[in-house]
């Protein structure tokens, strides 16, 4: 039996098979994405990683609640087979996110560089929570702001003030990557991941998509990440990876966080 605020040394399938179905408000999904940047992350074929990656969507999509919501990451091309997927499972389709990762970009010379990642956004009803005041973001043009909170401007015969909390969040994110980040005059450090995500990134996803207390599940945790994102947020938590070492890693970074 999986206990919540734990994280689990299992295989995503293990994993999952102990959960109880509807019980997951929030699933937030960074699997692998056939990139072969580690063995968990090598496929013998394109058709043998689509055939995994449909296989835990199969093993997850009973554990969420009716107006439950998942959050799936991937390269654009491989969300584009995720996204068929989902959709052929009666899920609903809300956002296409991209996340511009600000990182330093490739050097490919035949094609664009790529800087982006893909975050599918599901929900499996449209009863599903979304706090949209909770993840606004600031204003650009801050001069055109800084009037218009004073006077206001005539929207369609209306007058408009800006929220102080700021704007809509949109559909693009621009979060610089961990990698980036974490860089020291320029050098990329060795991080005890290879692609941990962002923690505001998380957080966002998690302040969108649910309330204090909700069970948030990641069956892919790596170093910690979601579980550490749900217990800033006062969410609950059900993760596992199946790799010791990073569950290790996710311990201690999650005892950062008091826990
Ligand atoms: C993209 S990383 C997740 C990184 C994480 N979001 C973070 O912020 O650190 C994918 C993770 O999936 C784990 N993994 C790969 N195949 C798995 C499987 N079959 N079951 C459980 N975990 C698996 C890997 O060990 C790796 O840590």
């Not at 019980?23 to 990139?35: E, F, K, R």
């Not at 505001?200 to 170093?223: M, N, P, T, Y």
């Not at 579980?227 to 311990?251: E, H």
């Amino acid at each position: 039996m999986i206990n919540p605020n734990k994280i689990y040394n299992l295989d995503c399938f293990d994993f999952l098979s102990q959960v109880v179905d509807g019980s997951v408000s929030l699933a937030i999904i960074d699997p692998p994405y056939n990139m072969k940047k580690a063995d968990w992350d090598t496929f013998e074929s394109q058709e043998e990683f689509l055939s995994f990656t449909f296989k835990w969507i199969d093993s997850l999509l009973p554990k969420l609640k009716t107006n439950g919501s998942l959050y799936i990451f991937n390269t654009p091309f491989n969300s584009a087979f995720i996204l068929q997927y989902l959709i052929s499972k009666k899920m609903i389709f809300q956002n296409w996110i991209t996340w511009d990762k600000r990182d330093g970009l490739g050097y490919s010379k035949r094609k664009y560089s790529n800087g982006q990642e893909t975050i599918l956004f599901f929900t499996k009803s449209d009863k599903h929570i979304f706090n949209y005041n909770d993840i606004r973001i600031p204003y650009e043009s801050t001069d055109r702001i800084q009037h218009a909170s004073k006077k206001g401007i005539l929207k369609n015969g209306k007058r408009w003030f800006p929220n102080p909390q700021g704007k809509f969040c949109g559909d693009v994110w621009h979060i610089t990557s961990e990698r980036h980040k974490r860089k020291i005059n320029g050098k990329v450090q060795k991080m005890g991941h290879i692609t941990p995500k962002p923690l505001d990134l998380v957080e966002r996803i998690i302040k969108a998509s649910s309330k204090e207390g909700d069970l948030v599940l990641d069956c892919f945790v790596g170093s910690g990440t979601t579980a550490v994102a749900a217990k800033k947020l006062g969410r609950n938590f059900l993760c596992s990876d199946k790799d010791k070492n990073y569950v290790k890693l996710a311990k201690k970074n999650l005892k950062l966080y008091g826990n």
